[in-house]
């Protein structure tokens, strides 16, 4: 659990860093980089959980704006 906090702190952090416009060292390809890995392990997931449960998995997806910034999020329902 702590390696994953950890990991999403970092992930977060190089991406506010390289992605600010008016930051001290913007470089959109690793903040797109970041981006792009963050959408693979959620994409990776959805379909680990699916193979796993099949049927019984049912996954929600949704978009939202927090303070102009796109936070994805997705709900894992499982129904035995």
């Excluded at 950890?6 to 060292?25: C, D, H, I, P």
């Excluded at 680990?48 to 049912?58: C, G, I, R, W």
């Amino acid at each position: 659990m702590y390696t994953q906090k950890a990991l999403k702190v970092v992930a977060n952090s190089s991406y506010g860093f390289t992605g600010r416009k008016n930051g001290e060292m913007l470089c959109t390809a690793i903040s797109e980089t970041v981006t792009f890995l963050g959408r693979r392990l959620i994409d990776m997931t959805i379909e680990a959980v699916q193979t796993e449960f099949k049927e019984d998995a049912q996954v929600i997806y949704g978009n939202v704006t927090v303070c102009g910034n796109l936070v994805s999020s997705f709900l894992i329902v499982l129904s035995f």
